[in-house]
């Protein structure tokens, strides 16, 4: 879900500031002020790609969000999103379940523990205003493929221990509850490493990303567990905004996350697809 780019963007900005002096005898310069411990940020996005997976049915998202990094290393922040994949999963369920909104609350302490070296853990839990969603009978949830398929609350907490060393960090995040409506999910586990190389070069950095998302939970006909994969870039265009390009894929089974296409046709709501985004951060 996101999302502890701003949260390095403060502490980069005060380091900066407290290494610059400003000569106020140059009245070209332009003098910044403190961003704060408070920044927020706003996404128009081409899709909505969770650990490789649409939200949104291959169609635009807007999301946007605020953290609050104290000097301690604590912080706190919100991050939402438009989504679909909930509804998408229950087409021609009548009453239509709804849940158009995803909205992320989490919390966590941050810290450097050697040179170059930092950690970050906290928790995370992402919050679902749904309504309608059916509930089935255990032995559906044994036998039914999807995810959508059984009635499970898609409300899920994980939490999470992060590493980072230079441009590269190791993530792992662990369910405390069922993970986004599998049946019988809690304990599921992701994995991912992220690289994100400042190339030097007209403000470029390159991205790129492998993760692994392990559910021991099987049905009769579908394994959960997949991997996921992105490559791209991100162009730091001044004044808060920024564009990413990227493709993105997984190996996900069509049988436990598909999506409606029209009618009572499915498609892979993994297949691999490209990406563009632009960030404001304020």
Partial sequence: ??????????????????????????????????????????????????????????????????????????????????????????????????????????????????????????FLQYYYASRNIPKYTLTTCKTAGSRNACGIDPNTTEAYLAATYQFATLKYSYALTDLFGIYDSKGASYIDLALNYDTGFEGITLNGHIGKQMISTKTDNVDYSYTDWKIGLTKDLGNGLNVAVAYIGTNAKQAAYYVSSGGSSTKNSGQGTGFISLTKTF
């Fill in 1 to 122: 879900m996101k999302k502890y780019i701003a949260i390095t963007a403060i502490a980069a900005a005060s380091a900066l500031m407290m290494g610059n002096t400003f000569a106020q005898t140059a009245p070209a310069a332009e003098v910044k002020p403190d961003p704060g411990p408070v920044t927020a940020n706003v996404t128009l996005a081409s899709d909505y790609r969770y650990r490789g997976i649409t939200q949104g049915n291959f169609r635009p998202a807007i999301q946007g969000g605020f953290d609050y990094a104290h000097a301690s290393g604590f912080y706190i922040g919100n991050w939402n999103s438009s989504i679909s994949w909930i509804s998408d999963g229950y087409s021609g369920t009548s009453p239509a379940p709804s849940a158009p909104i995803e909205m992320d609350f989490y919390g966590g302490y941050k810290t450097e523990v050697a040179e170059g070296v930092t950690l970050d853990a906290g």
